[in-house]
């Protein structure tokens, strides 16, 4: 239907919208996206959110319901309207018919008052003759040029011709009689079919004026109903972007468990020294003589400062027979550096500590075991090669 079309697709306006979105969409969707959010900020807000999403979907489910009742109660309309429409049709019809009839009877009543007015013509004239005649007496006998027994049968025909006459007149009299009764019925019918249609065509009005009220509660469920699709599209784009934080969030939480991982090729030097023995050569003396190295060796001058190369938490800081003074940290992530063949050592077990804090340093102690510091990365168990991770050229390879 045309008409339902159009109201079904009208346009809100701009400025309702606006104000309707504002007191719709939670002011937290638009806090989340301020500053830097903690996860559970976040979360909360992603909570709260889905509650207003499922609120805003139970509401759109809602109008769809009044929607498709409104839809049936327009259905009924139409279809009480298609009636009355077919009714008010049957009725003219009939009132046409009833027109015609009326016309008909009215020829009928004019056809009879004229033959009774003829037949009434007549027998005025013949009594006028009979009046004239007189009885029949002496006088007529005399003076007529008919006998007796004529003029009397003459008389006798005279007579049975007014008497029929007269029955004529009745006759007729009683058609006119029966026409005008016919012709007020039949006005009265007419009337009553007028007001049958006068009173339908109300009915259809009223059944109109309703459609249009039903149409018009429609277009405002269907308009309340879009606002709420509008703010259900709002929050769930809010609830994406919330989504969004939240990942990033885990993934900078992640990058930083695995910030040593990123950091391959960037890490500080843990000592200023010189490069003797590279990560998988054969040792040429020390107490290692022999055995292909897990680390690299580095050379020192005197008591020289050594540094952690990344942030962590030291899980070892002792002497370790055959390695002497040794730090461990874990650097997340099962990422570890081991440094070793310290001369002291200035960090204790449990202590965190960031990248570039002194850890201990070198000194006679170290060239016990062998020559320079002892250096190692490990994944795990698994060795990894330190000048990979180191920063280029800060060690030269020999």
């Known amino acids: 239907m045309t008409q339902k079309s159009s109201l079904l697709h009208r346009t809100v306006p701009v400025q309702l919208l606006v104000i309707l979105l504002a007191a719709l969409i939670p002011a937290f969707a638009v ?24 609120r805003h979907q139970d ?20 279809g009480r309207l298609a009636q009355q429409q077919q009714k008010i049709k049957d009725l003219q019809q ?37 009046y004239q005649m007189g009885k029949t007496g002496i006088l007529n006998v005399s003076f007529s040029h008919m ?24 006759r007729y009299r009683d058609t006119v009689t029966t026409l005008e009764r016919a012709k007020h019925a ?17 009915e259809k009005k009223a059944l109109h004026t309703l459609r249009m009220d039903k149409e018009s509660v429609l277009a405002r469920i269907k308009t309340q109903q879009n606002l709420y699709k509008l703010a259900l599209q709002e929050m769930r784009n809010a609830e994406k972007d919330l989504e969004q934080t939240l990942t990033k969030i885990k993934h900078k939480k992640e990058l930083k468990k695995q910030g040593f991982r990123l950091s391959k090729g ?40 050594v540094h952690a190369v990344y942030k962590g938490k030291v899980i070892f800081a002792g ?19 081991v440094t070793s063949r310290l001369d002291s050592i ?17 000194g006679d102690m170290a060239t016990l075991f062998a020559q320079g510091l002892y250096f190692e990365i490990r994944r795990g168990s698994t060795r990894l090669n330190p000048l990979k991770w180191l920063k280029a050229g800060v060690y030269a390879a020999r």
């Open 31 to 54: 806090q989340a996206t301020a500053g830097d959010p903690t996860e559970k900020v976040v979360k909360n807000d992603i909570g709260r959110l889905n509650q207003g999403i499922e």
């Open 59 to 78: 509401k759109i489910r809602q109008s769809e319901d009044k929607e498709t009742t409104v839809l049936d109660e327009l259905e009924l309309i139409d």
């Open 94 to 130: 009939q009132l046409q018919a009833q027109i015609k009839l009326l016309a008909q009877k009215e020829t009928d009543l004019n056809l009879a008052v004229v033959t009774r007015d003829i037949v009434l013509q007549h027998l005025q004239k013949r009594l006028r003759a009979l």
């Open 147 to 170: 006998n007796l027994p004529e003029l009397m049968l003459f008389n006798d025909s005279f007579k049975r011709l007014i008497s029929y006459d007269q029955s004529v007149i009745d």
């Open 186 to 202: 039949q006005e009265l019918e007419q009337a009553l079919l007028q007001d049958f249609i006068h009173r339908a065509e109300d």
């Open 266 to 305: 960037k890490l500080p030097p843990p000592v200023k020294g010189t490069l003797v023995l590279n990560f998988g050569e054969i040792a040429k003396d020390g107490l290692g003589k022999g055995e292909k190295t897990q680390g690299i060796t580095i050379a020192t001058s005197g008591n020289t400062a």
């Open 319 to 337: 002497y370790k027979r055959g390695l002497g003074n040794m730090v461990i940290i874990n650097h997340g992530y099962n990422y570890f550096t």
């Open 346 to 362: 200035v960090v204790k077990k449990g202590e965190r500590v960031k990248k570039g804090s002194l850890i201990g340093s070198t």
